[in-house]
């Protein structure tokens, strides 16, 4: 099993920044995927950044040129650098990972996740 555990949530006013970070534990071969979804009140859960073993990117076309999404291969952890917040952005952000197992099986874990709010 994967265990990820998010933080860096918190109250922030429109145009403020925020950091959110999510690091990896437990038993696996490889992360492949590492990324941040959110889920606001009544609305779908959907993708904000993700990031390949690679190091390739792919972002949310609301968040390209605000949000930054980098990892540290020797942490396992990913982080989420959030600039010019908008009380759009306010939800709940999940850390999402794709790992391989020793037993060359793929999986899919989640974080617990942790409250953006953006709000004056």
């Known amino acids: 099993q994967v265990q990820l555990v998010e933080s860096g949530g918190g109250l922030v006013p429109p145009g403020g920044s925020l950091r959110l970070s999510c690091t990896a534990s437990?038993?696996?071969?490889?992360?492949?995927?590492m990324g941040w979804y959110r889920q606001a009140p009544g609305k779908q859960r959907e993708l904000v950044a993700k990031i390949t073993s690679a190091g390739t990117t792919n972002y949310a076309d609301s968040v390209k040129g605000r949000f930054v999404i980098f990892r540290d291969f020797a942490k396992k952890t990913v982080y989420l650098h959030m600039v010019s917040l908008k009380p759009d952005d306010t939800a709940v952000y999940y850390c999402?990972?794709?790992?391989?197992?020793?037993?060359?099986?793929?999986?899919?874990?989640w974080g617990q996740g942790t409250q953006v709010t953006v709000s004056s």
């Open positions: 437990g038993s696996f071969f490889s992360i492949n995927v």
């Open positions: 999402n990972a794709e790992t391989t197992g020793w037993d060359s099986h793929e999986s899919n874990s």
